[in-house]
């Protein structure tokens, strides 16, 4: 899936590819989230980020910006035609808005 969303956002024509995935250091553990406080799924995004060869056609893997314990980000190659203009809907998550619930 990761692969996806950064060949997708390359597509679109973005700079830059925010990766929000919580700090994961023991902070607001919440009961039904189990093994929260590792920062596991961080630092598989950055191993993917870092080691994946076929993410390199889209991504300058020597940008990766680890500075925040929660995000990461990473500078997308340029792409001059950019072919779409969103992500795949099955990318995004169904959010429920509290008006749709009416």
């Known amino acids: 899936m990761l692969n996806k969303v950064v060949q997708q956002s ?34 598989q995004i950055r191993h993917a980020l870092r080691n994946d060869k076929s993410l390199r056609t889209w991504i300058y893997h020597t940008t990766l910006n680890c500075e925040d314990m929660g995000v990461t980000w990473v500078r997308l190659k340029r792409n001059p035609a950019p072919s779409r203009s969103a992500l795949d809907a099955d990318l995004i998550p169904d959010v429920v808005v509290e008006s749709d619930r009416d």
């Open 10 to 43: 390359w597509e679109m024509g973005e700079p830059c590819l925010y990766l929000i995935h919580g700090h994961g250091r023991n902070r607001g553990i919440t009961p039904g989230f189990v093994n929260t406080n590792t920062g596991y799924f961080g630092l």
